[in-house]
């Protein structure tokens, strides 16, 4: 991951965000001031306290920001990072409103921040800020389960989030739904199984079913499956690590090179992703990692040549600087805001297509909502119905031997016979939700000309659910 912003010259984050809305609204026409009531912002806090580290006090500043509130709770992750501010969570804010509308989550939008660099503390001192950011959030107003419901983000975890969770069980132990309250947690303080993995899982099945549309796949210049493509990834963090190894270990393709913060390695025959994350894990960066060529100058190695490159580390790293540079022919974004505005037209100029964020990474906010949903019916998934359907399998199964004379093969019977667990059900939800979400992104660029890309096309998906709902509801 970069340690510096590439795009600080250009638009700011949010100018850049505003753009693509207003782009969007020209596009469908809307006249009614449905624009200026989506891109403003409902609210914003800023917090700044005092928590004692190594004996002195030191001052944390940090935001939460609620972009819509259309629908509730508002929603979104709190990340901890060096370099973070109120522009920056209010475009993130805004960008998870219409995540959250592209997938069909119902949500509102929102988005937290803390300046800080969680490598420069210890466990309980990290522990200490969190509970005390999260008594600021709660006592503000900005967090709960009916209202403002955060999850990791960038710098943030299972760990963080079950801290906040008991933070807020602490003070309302009388609530019942109060594990609904943040999601993201561990699944043993009533997390989700697969919500760790789900935004890389989530990317995987948008490209997959990219991939299923063959017309889609010749726009980006590339033939046939993701058999043997080749990957270029940026940031090896839980996005950027699950996408790669996911795509590797269960499509075939090869993950040619990794951008790491100290630079980036290279094997034109595929790296071994799990072997690249626990170098890193052990030594602090891609350097050294054996079999592999590295190139100390990362941000060069956005420019190589390949099939897929999947920016999943900082915003802005994607800027009209390199923009006319870049040889991918397909380009995903993993983080939030990797293609800045100014690349985004170049790109397309240049016949790029960019799987834009707010559906390609929205994986994530989709099983937090499933998580929050299980914490609201205080079980599992799964947990009532899967012997049931075991049984029914296995019914037949024998009804089929009964009727045929014949011995349905292990394999099968092993397939018909299986009950769905949690694991299962939000694979199954994640990917209807991916792939429903690029169907309805391909019929909004059927029905707007001016839609000429994915993005476009995905912005207009939301702003017609979005602006729906305000006329059916009022602002
Ligand atoms: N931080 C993630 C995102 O940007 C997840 C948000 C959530 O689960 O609420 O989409």
């Not at 709770?73 to 959250?100: H, N, W």
């Not at 060069?300 to 006319?324: F, M, Q, R, S, Y």
């Not at 964020?357 to 599992?380: I, K, M, P, Q």
């Not at 979400?437 to 019929?443: C, H, K, N, P, Y």
Request: proline share 5%; net charge negative; glycine share 10%.
């Amino acid at each position: 991951m970069p340690d510096q912003k590439t795009a600080k010259e250009g638009l700011k984050f949010r100018e850049s965000v505003d753009r693509m809305v207003d782009h969007a609204i020209e596009i469908m026409n809307l006249d009614d001031g449905i624009g200026e009531a989506l891109k403003s912002c409902a609210s914003v806090l800023q917090v700044s306290f005092p928590v004692e580290i190594d004996g002195k006090p030191e001052i944390f500043t940090g935001w939460r920001a609620t972009h819509s509130e259309h629908r509730l709770p508002s929603k979104g992750g709190i990340r901890f990072a060096p370099v973070v501010d109120q522009d920056e969570v209010e475009a993130l804010a805004a960008l998870m409103t219409y995540k959250c509308a592209i997938v069909d989550v119902p949500f509102g939008g929102s988005k937290g921040g803390l300046v800080l660099d969680p490598t420069k503390y210890k466990r309980h001192q990290l522990e200490a800020i969190t509970r005390r950011f999260a008594r600021e959030l709660i006592g503000k107003g900005f967090l709960s389960p009916a209202q403002n419901v955060p999850a990791p983000d960038m710098g943030t975890g299972p760990r963080e989030m079950g801290w906040i969770a008991d933070t807020y069980r602490q003070l309302f132990p009388d609530d019942i739904n109060c594990m609904a309250a943040i999601t993201g947690k561990p699944v043993e303080h009533g997390g989700i199984r697969g919500r760790n993995e789900a935004t890389g899982r989530g990317i995987q099945y948008a490209v997959r079913e990219l991939f299923r549309h063959p017309e889609e796949v010749e726009r980006a210049g590339l033939r046939g499956g993701l058999d043997g493509k080749r990957v270029i990834v940026q940031g090896l963090g839980n996005v950027g690590y699950h996408v790669a190894h996911f795509l590797t270990t269960e499509d075939g393709a090869r993950v040619t090179g990794v951008i790491e913060r100290d630079g980036a390695v290279l094997n034109p025959d595929g790296l071994n992703v799990d072997a690249v994350r626990s170098h890193i894990r052990e030594t602090g960066g891609v350097k050294d990692f054996p079999g592999a060529t590295f190139e100390p100058d990362g941000s060069a190695v956005l420019e190589h040549d390949c099939d897929i490159l999947i920016p999943a580390a900082l915003e802005g790293v994607i800027h009209e600087n390199n923009a006319p540079r870049v040889k991918a022919n397909l380009i995903v974004e993993g983080a939030n805001g990797p293609v800045t505005y100014e690349a985004d037209s170049i790109l397309q100029d240049r016949g790029i297509p960019v799987m834009p964020d707010a559906y390609c990474n929205a994986g994530g906010v989709t099983v937090s909502y499933f998580e929050w949903l299980r914490n609201l019916n205080h079980v599992r998934f799964g947990r009532v119905e899967k012997r049931f359907h075991e049984a029914r399998g296995n019914q037949i199964i024998r009804a089929i031997e009964e009727a045929t004379d014949t011995t349905v093969p292990a394999s099968l019977r092993s397939q018909i016979a299986k009950g769905a667990d949690e694991f299962d059900l939000v694979r199954s939800g994640l990917d209807d939700t991916m792939r429903l979400a690029f169907q309805e992104i391909l019929s909004a660029r059927e029905r707007y000309e001016g839609a000429r890309d994915y993005r476009m096309a995905a912005f207009i998906v939301a702003i017609e659910k979005i602006a729906r709902s305000y006329r059916d509801i009022g602002y």
